[in-house]
C-alpha cells in the first residue's frame, strides 16, 4: 500500500487522532473544538490539517458537530508513522 505525503501539521493531528483511537475505540469522534491543542498545532493549521487528510481519504468529517476520525487508511497510516505494524 502507498500512502500520501502528509504535512508535518497532518502528522500531528493523525497522532492524536490514533490516541483518541486507542483511548475511545474505534468509534472515537473527537469535536475539532480544541484539537488544536491536543495535536500541538495552531487553530489555522488545524484547519488547513482537517481538509488535507479529508481530501486524502484519511479522515471522515462529521460537518454537524463538527468533528472527525480516522478512516481505515488513515488509522494505517497513522501506525505507520509511528513506527508500529501498518496491515
Same mark, same amino acid.
Given at each position: 500500500? $502507498?500512502?500520501? =505525503?502528509?504535512?508535518?501539521?497532518?502528522?500531528? *493531528?493523525? &497522532?492524536?487522532l @490514533?490516541?483518541? !483511537?486507542?483511548?475511545?475505540?474505534p468509534?472515537?469522534?473527537?469535536?475539532?473544538?480544541?484539537?488544536?491543542?491536543?495535536?500541538?498545532? $495552531?487553530?489555522? =493549521?488545524?484547519?488547513?490539517?482537517?481538509?488535507? *487528510?479529508? &481530501?486524502?481519504? @484519511?479522515?471522515? !468529517?462529521?460537518?454537524?458537530?463538527?468533528?472527525?476520525?480516522?478512516?481505515?487508511?488513515?488509522?494505517?497510516?497513522a501506525?505507520?508513522?509511528?513506527g508500529g505494524?501498518?496491515?
Amino acid at each position: 500500500m $502507498t500512502f500520501p =505525503d502528509v504535512t508535518e501539521s497532518e502528522r500531528k *493531528l493523525l &497522532a492524536c487522532l @490514533l490516541l483518541f !483511537y486507542r483511548e475511545q475505540g474505534p468509534g472515537a469522534v473527537p469535536a475539532i473544538r480544541g484539537l488544536a491543542d491536543e495535536a500541538d498545532i $495552531t487553530p489555522w =493549521d488545524l484547519e488547513d490539517a482537517v481538509k488535507g *487528510l479529508r &481530501a486524502k481519504g @484519511l479522515v471522515e !468529517y462529521w460537518q454537524m458537530q463538527p468533528a472527525i476520525r480516522l478512516s481505515p487508511e488513515g488509522l494505517t497510516l497513522a501506525l505507520k508513522l509511528e513506527g508500529g505494524p501498518a496491515a
